[in-house]
């Protein structure tokens, strides 16, 4: 007959096991961000930008009569680091469909904002964008931005898109650092062009990207582990009515790395609790 104590210690751990490797696992996209970068996961870093979208970002009065949001406004961006892969993974988490200018509105906001001359293209067309823009540390002084690096996203002029969804493009930045970051797209970085999970709509609202071997683009500068700086912009002139979302430069605290027991620790920590606990029940049989 097995001990109580023995079936206690095995379940114990196999829980230990099966928390940790979910913890350790990458990211699943579904175009809903708070879902995939949830606040509990300590891995995710959240970076707020945008708590009062009605008064914070212009828009048609009848869509805040309505309730309802531009898919300009971001309430915040959500990071999340894999030491393994050296991926990097990005959620922009606005309040409704990232990239519209009516959000959520339907039919009757859209001719709306034809009646004041705007135009709100379909997915990330048009001067539309949504943009990233990375800035390393700075070496003199650790609580400034140092150099921008790249930026990542769709680009406003859609002659600097990328091979990705939507034109998704991970590329140099090529203005100065008072240049706007949607007109400043430079070549595509091929070693670090990661993916855009979605086009933005109703079913994944989200805008949801990775970037491919993210140490590498500007060693010991451009460091998850040290941390770094981050500049949004979400917008077009397009739509003519509604505002864009622009913020300064944001301060993304450092990263750690999260380490896993390989399964034959596991398997020893397992077998040890287990002989202990067999041991025990033993010496309580024989005394």
């Not at 230990?16 to 809903?32: D, K, M, R, W």
Request: glycine share 12%; charged share 15%; aromatic share 10%.
């Amino acid at each position: 007959m097995v001990s109580r104590n023995v079936l206690r210690w095995s379940l114990a751990t196999l829980a230990l096991i099966c928390a940790q490797s979910a913890t350790a696992e990458p990211i699943n996209f579904t175009g809903f961000v708070e879902n995939d970068f949830q606040a509990s996961d300590k891995s995710n870093h959240i970076i707020q930008v945008n708590p009062d979208p009605f008064n914070r970002i212009v828009q048609m009065n009848e869509m805040t009569s309505a309730g309802i949001i531009n898919g300009y406004a971001l309430k915040d961006m959500r990071l999340n680091y894999d030491f393994a892969s050296d991926t990097l993974s990005m959620g922009l988490n606005t309040y409704s469909i990232a990239g519209s200018a009516i959000g959520n509105g339907g039919p009757d906001m859209a001719a709306l904002l034809s009646s004041r001359g705007g135009v709100d293209p379909p997915n990330l067309g048009g001067k539309k964008s949504i943009t990233i823009g990375f800035a390393g540390q700075n070496l003199s002084d650790s609580s400034k931005p140092g150099e921008m690096l790249i930026v990542a996203g769709v680009p406003a002029n859609k002659n600097q898109a990328g091979p990705g969804l939507d034109g998704f493009t991970v590329s140099k930045y090529t203005g100065s650092n008072g240049n706007s970051i949607q007109n400043s797209y430079g070549a595509n970085l091929s070693n670090h062009q990661g993916e855009l999970a979605f086009s933005p709509s109703a079913d994944h609202p989200g805008f949801e990207f990775t970037i491919k071997n993210f140490s590498q683009i500007a060693p010991n500068v451009l460091d998850p582990s040290k941390g770094f700086w981050l500049k949004a912009y979400l917008g077009s002139p397009d739509d003519v009515v509604i505002g864009e979302e622009g913020t300064g430069y944001l301060r993304v605290p450092a990263f750690e790395p999260f380490s896993v027991p390989e399964p034959t620790t596991w398997l020893a920590w397992t077998l040890v609790a287990g002989a202990g606990a067999v041991a025990q029940f033993r010496r309580r049989r024989q005394g």
